[in-house]
């Protein structure tokens, strides 16, 4: 180790010692006590709402995420996904992105595992041996968990992925070619599974492994694998019955993980559990379940496994939230970014799902890359989109929720009565606060359900961030009118009873 790593790593050795001694008393990140739909981080209920880079930030050697981390914070971002080093993407082909920080160049892929002296491994360089650590990795993932704690920013590391295909599982490092292990010779299929073979030995070492690293840091939560039932899908439902042609195909189909790979994830879950038995924290365990929309079993069913308490979508309905509420767990729209660059289509479903009562937002955020990790490159690349001004917007909406006394805030499907032309998703309190968002174009008039009292009410046009104070409302109680101003792509509106304390 040269004297440049020395010093990073005692750094990072000193930090962590700092932050465990912090969160001695803060604690990591955790479902609110008062209300498990949002989180506790450093003494107050948190929604986490971001545009994030795609998922390399520690494993691209060529990506500098003290750049990117300071973009986010600025940007008023508190989360990023990471992915901890099983899976790894090929440069300018998977998924047709271009620019990938998820996809190293070669020799640029800095791996969990320590490199050996001979040539082989498919993404270039030398193989590895997943016997022995990388010093630089772990570095890296010190230095990365210690900036983000100090600027606010939650990360969910990912431990594990599906493979999608040939072309990604030929750069697994658990790849027998790409190792010196002898790890058996399998089908990709069977990776995330029980019956990988000697591989299920080397997962289990590289998740307590990085559950140990990890167990100092209050702003972690370990996702136990993204996208599981990608690889072996089980239909279990469609978003339209009415198409005549692939119904039953992505990106119509509803599909979960089988029954092999959730037992394997159920093995993950354990491995993480049963490491920090012995370490001083106890961080949250996220299960990504599926795209799209779902109603997940409770607690003692099969489809939420034993110990999770983080419910992850992708490319989600606001649905999703309404059908899975009674869980009683945090409720996340975990990835998005395949509609394009239009900021439109982002801004509205994030709205959307964070007023149906969601606990978070994450948009795949295509303007972080390797040269440009300060979220400048807005050139097309790949299917999605992301920009400073998707940024912008979402900060407002972060605003927006911060400024509500989230701990007591819950879907309410009784305020809004009717509103013509547009889709509306509602919070209420028990007292008196009422924030409501209006997918659509407008103007509208909402009839809504209202005890009685005076009221303010304020418009935001969701794009802007201009606030607009409407005449007070003084109401009898029961249905009332209450008139838009004109708007396009969305309006929010957030109503409270006057002598009511408002955050």
Not at 39 to 57: D, P, Q
Not at 90 to 115: C, H, Q, T, Y
Not at 191 to 201: E, F, H, R, S
Not at 208 to 219: D, F, G, H, W
Request: negative net charge; charged residues 20%.
């Amino acid at each position: 180790m040269n004297f440049t790593l020395r010093a990073v790593s005692f750094a990072c050795f000193v930090l962590g010692v700092g932050v465990l001694f912090a969160q001695q008393k803060e604690g990591p990140i955790r479902l609110h006590p008062q209300n498990p739909h949002y989180f506790l981080y450093r003494g107050k209920a948190v929604a986490l709402i971001s545009s994030a880079e795609h998922y390399g930030a520690v494993i691209n050697g060529e990506f500098d995420y003290h750049k990117y981390l300071g973009a986010l914070s600025a940007a008023g971002m508190n989360y990023t996904r990471l992915f901890g080093g099983s899976y790894v993407e090929m440069p300018g082909k998977s998924f047709g992105i271009r620019r990938n920080d998820l996809a190293p160049e070669p020799g640029k892929f800095v791996a969990p595992w320590a490199r050996i002296s001979e040539a082989g491994y498919d993404g270039g360089g030398n193989k590895l041996d997943l016997a022995k650590w990388n010093p630089e990795y772990f570095s890296r993932l010190h230095d990365f968990l210690g900036e983000a704690a100090r600027l606010g920013i939650i990360v969910e590391i990912g431990l594990f992925s599906s493979q999608y295909g040939e072309m990604q599982w030929n750069l697994s490092p658990f790849k027998r070619e790409n190792n010196v292990n002898g790890t058996d010779a399998i089908d990709w299929k069977k990776v995330n599974t029980l019956q990988n073979g000697n591989i299920l030995a080397f997962q289990e070492k590289y998740v307590r492994k990085v559950v140990r690293e990890s167990n100092a840091y209050p702003n972690v939560i370990f996702e136990i694998c993204n996208e599981p039932w990608s690889d072996r899908p089980v239909l279990a439902n469609v978003v339209n019955p009415y198409l005549f042609s692939g119904r039953d195909q992505y990106p119509n189909s509803i599909d979960l993980p089988d029954e092999a790979t959730m037992d394997w994830q159920e093995r993950v879950a354990h491995w993480i559990t049963s490491e920090e038995v012995g370490l001083p924290n106890r961080h949250m365990i996220a299960q990504d379940c599926c795209n799209f929309r779902y109603a997940m079993h409770d607690s003692a069913g099969r489809d939420v496994l034993p110990g999770v308490s983080m419910v992850n979508f992708h490319y989600a309905y606001p649905e999703a939230v309404t059908l899975n509420y009674g869980l009683g767990k945090v409720l996340s729209y975990d990835e998005t970014g395949f509609l394009g660059q239009s900021d439109d289509a982002y801004t509205r479903q994030a709205w959307n799902f964070m007023l149906a009562g969601g606990s978070v937002f994450d948009s795949l955020d295509y303007s972080f890359s390797v040269g440009h990790e300060d979220g400048s490159d807005v050139e097309p690349n790949g299917p999605g989109g992301g920009s400073p001004e998707l940024r912008r917007r979402l900060k407002i909406l972060g605003d927006f929720l911060r400024e509500l006394p989230l701990v007591e805030m819950h879907p309410d499907y009784e305020l809004v009565k009717h509103a013509g032309g547009v889709v509306v998703h509602a919070l209420s309190s028990g007292g008196g606060e009422y924030a409501i968002y209006l997918d659509g174009n407008g103007p509208t008039e909402l009839r809504l359900n209202l005890p009685a009292g005076e009221y303010s009410l304020s418009w935001m046009d969701v794009v802007s961030g201009e606030k607009k104070d409407a005449a007070a409302l003084q109401h009898c109680g029961g249905e009332c009118v209450v008139k838009s101003p004109s708007f396009r792509n969305g309006i929010a509106i957030r109503i409270a009873r006057r002598g009511e304390s408002r955050k």
